[in-house]
């Protein structure tokens, strides 16, 4: 059975040491979803012709976080990160439900990945969308937010292939 | 139709004044889901006998995350929180599927809701068990994150009734 | 001659005690500006045209700035800032030449004034214009940041009359 | 018409990528200024005669600020600064006037450039002059934040003139 | 036995809730040591006389630091601090050793006590010191950091007694 | 007569330039002790066989703090971390009392030692140990806390030897 390496062999938390792993470019990919109603959708799209603030506010929230994730997440390494890209995609549903598809994009040169990053802009993002929507609509819900792909890293590359 | 109270008539983002409301005891319960496979299911709860650092390590990342989500998220008020819990269930699903249901309840006697902070607590637990066991398995999915009741404000009770 | 309330009779930096003051309503106004080319000036009106992420990316940085204040500035006291607005002139001055005004507005129930929160925004703001400019012209300047008006505490209005 | 690198084709705020810059040695040199009048300065100076505290520690706030420039500004990269320093040059103007000329000088190994560190050391110890002189003048002001020079990177080496 | 009281029945971390607490006034006080050698207790002396930095810097980091106690303890509630005060006392000892005494004095209104925010300020106003003085003398200690006394709240006055 | 690097000529705080340091590879380690009476003792070893969730606070509270360690002391560098281990050892003494053992060891490659790191991470661990035991224990005292050894830079190896 495989271990989890941020927990010692006497069952204890720690930040997994790779100071003898080589810096590689790293690569990130994630997405998530905020599943709305229409009403909220059509608000969220009236203001995107104008100022597009809720989406915009979203990816600042986003980028932001994906900077900070070693301040939020304990056992991540801090890292340089060298980009951060946060799109958002919004479709209608049947049922009167529409939903926001969020992905985000990290990059990196360094010793570990940067998955946790990645997954950080994005559930951040997608909160930010809530709160910003929260007057509007009350029973939002943020949906299956995963890893798309990485590469880098003696593990090297993966692709999430859905179930 | 109703409007985003943090956007502003000009379409920009604003955080809402909230000067001349009064201050009132709120509470908050958010629910989410951390979905993994029976093996990891297993080594958590293995871990989980002895120091059961996984689940633990994800509370107090959680805790720490709603005292500063006025930080995470850009048009949060800040409040003084008198309360943060955070729980975990972990059950096994069909398919060597398993999951981990993680609740929280924050209070708060203040000017505004804490549904944020209840739903920053499971998001960032949810990460930090997504962390945690990233060694062990690459396709983790964080789910269904949505408010489960709030109550307190102007606004009154709500609870949350799946479609 | 008045005294430096930060400054202990010894010399030393201190926090200002204000723990016999009232809670009062407390409003304050700050200003400051940002000089720009009129290429540059332009640039930001068409991209203000489509999405005006340059002033949306400045007015989230001030707002998270300001509830951020007493992190920034060692001897300011926390508080829980009821509002923050911030808002953009952009104008067209004479040789070749263009600014934007950056006003911002604080509001709070506390002890102490917000004039720094909202002299912090202003800055904020002007750093995040800088920066987002910075590709297109090199010598951008940040020019005349102080109060407008204060209301609210012990030493009452204070409005502020250019020289 | 040259492009804001912040800013993707669709008009969205994004953190450039730098991935494939080197790493170069970058210094970047700021300066600005805080208008004071006469009796505030020799209220500093003779502060400043015992323990020096106001620009003690406006300097200290400087200097923390230029190390958290990325989590202040939102599309600045994270770098690892090799060093801060930070100036003050006092001078008595004409009309019961005085100023406070501030420097900043930031160096790092890194792919990006550190204007905006040592921009945001020169706004913040503006700041915290002016927070632990505002008891005794309000009229406070903020003046004339620029670069004084950078250098390192692909864009060289760049030196402001005045206009 | 009395009981954990951030530790719940299951004997899991939590916040323990304060919700129903009166806010009381809170005066918390500590103290602790640093314990360096005669050499570089006239160093910081001799720097004391002109600027005094090494004392004035561990001063700032311990005020900064205690406002950011909830940030830095996971199950500290935040606070709104009404006033920090931070005091250094040195002194020489017999066989070549002198040592600087560190009291906090910290304030507040509030649901909690002020102990860990009075004992941080301490702790990081000790660790600073070190930093500062760690180029001349590798083998400075830290000691006996503790309360000195509280006040406040529904456990009453507390005097710390040397055993 | 030795100086100190963090105070340039003038006798003003800075942080040292680092720049034309190599980066080699960093370790420290750091100890402190945790003083309570046997009574708290128990309590925390009874807890310890069911969660641990004292120790493993405090322990996930030294790696954060280690990771924040520039952003506590403010003329530290700012480091990417390779590893941070926290370890506990408790022991009972005469005369009532007990003792927890707490030792940090932090590794990194970098321009600048991890020495403040792992005095950081031990203090912060110790604060937590205090604030999860303060309702049982009022008197708790924290202790001798000192580097144990550390490698790397151009200072070499050193190892703590008691006086």
Known sequence: MEKLTHIDKQGNARMVNVGEKMPTER????????????ETLEIIIKGQNK??????????????????????????????????????????????????KITSRVTCSGKTGVEMEALTAV?????????????????????????????????GEFIYSAL
Chains 1, 2, 3, 4, 5, 6 share one sequence.
């Open 27 to 38: 690569i990130a990919e994630a997405v998530g979803y905020v599943l709305i109603n229409k």
């Open 51 to 100: 100022k597009g603030e809720v989406l915009g506010t979203a990816r600042i929230a986003g980028i932001m976080a994906a900077k900070r994730t070693s301040d939020i997440i304990p056992m991540c390494h801090s890292l340089l990160l060298t980009g951060v890209d946060i799109d958002f995609e919004m479709s209608e549903l049947a049922d009167n439900q529409g939903k926001i």
């Open 123 to 155: 559930s951040v993002a997608a909160l930010t969308i809530y709160d910003m929507c929260k007057a509007v609509q009350r029973d939002i819900c943020i949906e299956n937010i995963h890893l798309l792909k990485k590469s880098g890293g003696k593990s």
